[in-house]
């Protein structure tokens, strides 16, 4: 008996000192990738975008440095593009918005184009009454951005989408898979073992966008995978893209007896918690 205490002792002490490397470990990849300034630079072919007569050009951004034109212009899109899907939420959600939005951990790519190329194309460039000019004060129009941060889900090291937002000139012309290939990329260099994003339910096109063109599927984490009933109540998808069987397991396989025991009743354990804090962060692309 006093063998099999002591070796359930070791066991539980080896099993700690694992879980306590491994943490090391995602903590250590997170902070890496955290402390790349500029991520564009390992990615030269993508830093330019010419095609379907469209061209811009990408540069980074972090969320405590950004200008107050910047700030100005993300908040404008934002409403442009996300105050229908949100519809009466939308009120509360612009305030987390913008506190997300200067966040230290956001990082951020810019879509540029020429201001020549924008007031040709983009209505919104010349309405001035609209106070959406775009305008940063270098003579370059900004068309779109994308904010992610490097953050762990499920024990698993991730980039996080919390924003693609396009205007609409810029939309419709493959930018968007674009970007998405783009981030995908980022975390593959930095050993990150998905790329995850918040889509509201009532952005059709996005949600279509993401699970049917660039094959996304909803995650073991949001709401209708980790309970139906409590899924229909919420106004969003979590979706996801892994990179590693590990990161399968843990957030695109779902645990089939816990949810068919969910649908007719039985007892199970407690769901895991999920991350609401991105809720419909995404473009009508």
Sequence with gaps: METKRFSTSKEKR????EVLEKKKAIDEI?????????????????????????????????????????KKYIQDLLKVNMEGPYGSEWQLEEKVKRREMV?????Y???RQSTNAASDENPLAKNEERHYT?????????????????????????VYVYEL?????????GLG????????LIAHKNRLGAVMLTVQKANVLAMNFYTTKLRYTISTISPSRVDPLIGAEKSYEILCKTFDSEAKAKLEV???????????GSPSEAPPTWNSGFCGTLMKT
């Design 14 to 17: 080896i099993r700690r000192k």
């Design 30 to 70: 997170i902070k890496k990738a955290s402390s790349v300034k500029d991520h564009l630079l390992s990615f030269p072919p993508f830093c330019q975008y010419e095609r379907n007569g469209l061209s811009v050009y990408l540069e980074s951004g972090i969320g405590d440095q950004l200008a107050s034109p910047i």
């Design 103 to 107: 966040s230290p951990e956001a990082r």
């Design 109 to 111: 790519i810019f879509v």
């Design 134 to 158: 775009g305008q940063t004060g270098d003579q370059n129009h900004l068309v779109g951005f994308v904010h992610y941060r490097f953050i762990v889900e499920e024990d698993i090291p991730v």
């Design 165 to 173: 937002q396009l205007e609409a000139c810029a939309q419709r012309k």
């Design 177 to 184: 898979k674009f970007l998405m290939q783009l981030i995908e």
């Design 254 to 264: 779902i645990n089939h007896q816990r949810y068919e025991q969910q649908l007719d």
